[in-house]
């Protein structure tokens, strides 16, 4: 590990228990490496042939950065199971499958006002398909972002006040005129 940069300088604990990396490996090895447990949402039968207790939430996260931290590089020197970038695809897939609604729950667009609270967009505010949809695909880093940006109404209108109306008077009467005089 250290040839390759990622000693072990602190052992990993999970559930104030040693992180057994070995078992760590030869689990997720078992299940068809790691692109394979991030597609197929295996962490929890990896947490539990690792004793993980259940009620440790964040257990599926903290397994899946020490092995890409500490294992992984060497997955793909000496098992070839997948490369680098299939892993930052399925990492993002995971992301955006995470979004995703949930089946039953509304799917109609939604704002917040200025006081921070959501509200639900009636449809003739909600995005329609006579072009205030426009589809982005940026890379940042190496990793490739897609998605849509919509275009409505804000939903409320500020109105000048007048002490903003008596400073733009005074700015533009500050503002120099053009010489006429040749």
Not at 56 to 73: D, E, G, H, N, V
Not at 126 to 155: C, H, K, W
Not at 158 to 174: N, R
């Amino acid at each position: 590990m250290q040839r390759r940069g990622t000693p072990v300088n602190r052992i990993p604990i999970m559930a104030k228990t040693t992180l057994d990396l070995y078992k760590l490996f030869c689990e997720v090895v078992a299940r068809g490496g790691l692109v394979e447990v991030i597609n197929k949402k295996l962490w929890r039968e990896v947490a539990n042939a690792l004793l993980v207790p259940s009620s440790i939430t964040s257990a599926a996260f903290t397994l899946r950065t020490q092995y890409i931290k500490y294992l992984y590089p060497y997955e793909c020197e000496t098992k070839h199971l997948s490369s680098p970038e299939e892993l930052h695809l399925a990492v993002d897939v995971n992301r955006r499958d995470a979004r995703t609604p949930v089946a039953g729950t509304p799917q109609t667009p939604a704002a917040a006002d200025a006081s921070g609270n959501v509200q639900e967009l009636p449809p003739s505010e909600a995005a329609a398909s006579d072009g205030s949809t426009i589809f982005v695909s940026m890379e940042i880093n190496g990793l490739l972002y897609q998605g849509f940006l919509y275009v409505r109404q804000p939903l409320i209108t500020v109105q000048p006040t007048a002490a903003a109306a008596v400073s733009a008077a005074a700015a533009a009467a500050m503002a120099p005129t053009p010489n006429t005089s040749s």
